[in-house]
């Protein structure tokens, strides 16, 4: 088994270019945000971006993002200092919208390696006429009109698991989102874990894992590299969620999570430093509900 395990830093600059179309896992559950946090400090722009409820809010604000692909975007302008930084600075994104089952299906065309997917969901509505990627034509077998969304195919994606091996065979768990969509539809795919297991483990309950090792160009072992947002099995949201409301607090984030530190870890320490050093033991999860165990093999 060849070992893809790396440092953040060496996975983003190795795996990330300007100019990619980049999909970021995670829909308000286990966002890549350690990952995200060093695109920005490698400061790699003109990105095309595919998400779902992701935390992209800091490529945006950073003036990264050229275009966005989404299903939703958290906050409007009046109420996002993010927003209107990527405004102040000439950097403001174009936003294209589907909706969420249309990213899905968009992202799972994709996967496939066709170049659209058939739909029923999207005609109807004005999505046509905002979106280009997005048409209806006859159906050739009854004659009625349906949809079609062009598939997106991702240059990297990168998602954060629970547990993945050397190898990159990485298991995730609790709400997906367009996880498995898009991870497999990435031409590159960054892992970034909160621990690595022996393979044993991964093939014990093959179910769970999401992309296969030989599909994944890099591992990194990363313990709490959703913060603040919770990780199911592991962690709940941290009392860091939300801030960055106006300058003062956004250029305070920025010093503390990304220019006043040298990767993430030296973010996590200062935390402690700061807070205690039971910091993050507090939004471990306490009273666990296991699932029921299954029996394999033969």
């Not at 993010?82 to 994709?110: C, D, N, T, V």
């Not at 709400?175 to 874990?193: C, F, P, Q, Y």
């Not at 994944?216 to 990363?222: K, L, M």
Request: aromatic share 8%.
């Amino acid at each position: 088994m060849a070992s893809k395990v790396m440092s953040m830093k060496e996975a983003i600059s190795q795996n990330i270019k300007s100019g990619d179309l980049l999909f970021i896992g995670g829909a308000q559950h286990g966002s890549p945000s350690a990952a995200v946090h060093e695109i920005v400090r490698q400061k790699i722009d003109h990105l095309t971006v595919i998400a779902l409820l992701a935390n992209t809010g800091l490529l945006v604000s950073e003036g990264l993002v050229d275009t966005m692909l989404t299903g939703y975007y958290q906050l409007d302008e009046k109420r996002s200092y993010q927003l209107q930084r990527a405004r102040a600075i000439g950097k403001f994104p174009r936003f294209i919208e589907y909706s969420h089952f249309g990213i899905a299906q968009a992202l799972q065309a994709g996967y496939m390696g066709v170049p659209f997917m058939p739909t029923m969901s999207q005609i109807g509505s004005d999505l046509q006429t905002y979106n280009e990627n997005i048409v209806s034509i006859d159906d050739p077998f009854g004659g009625e009109q349906v949809g079609l969304i062009k598939a997106v195919v991702p240059d990297i994606g990168i998602l954060h698991v629970q547990r993945c091996d050397a190898e990159g065979n990485a298991q995730r768990w609790g709400t997906l989102g367009v996880d498995h969509e898009g991870i497999n539809a990435s031409k590159r795919v960054i892992i970034t874990t909160e621990k690595i297991v022996d393979s044993s483990v991964i093939q014990r309950d093959p179910n769970r894992t999401i992309i296969p090792g030989f599909r994944v160009n890099a591992v990194v072992e990363q313990p709490f590299g959703a913060y603040p947002i919770h990780l199911a099995g592991c962690y709940n949201d941290g009392p860091g969620f939300g801030g960055m409301a106006d300058k003062e607090s956004y250029d305070a984030y920025t010093r503390a999570a990304v220019w006043g530190v040298k990767d993430w870890n030296e973010y996590l320490e200062n935390l402690k430093k700061q807070n205690g050093p039971d910091f993050f033991e507090k939004i471990k999860i306490k009273n666990p509900a296991y699932s029921e165990p299954i029996v394999t093999g033969i």
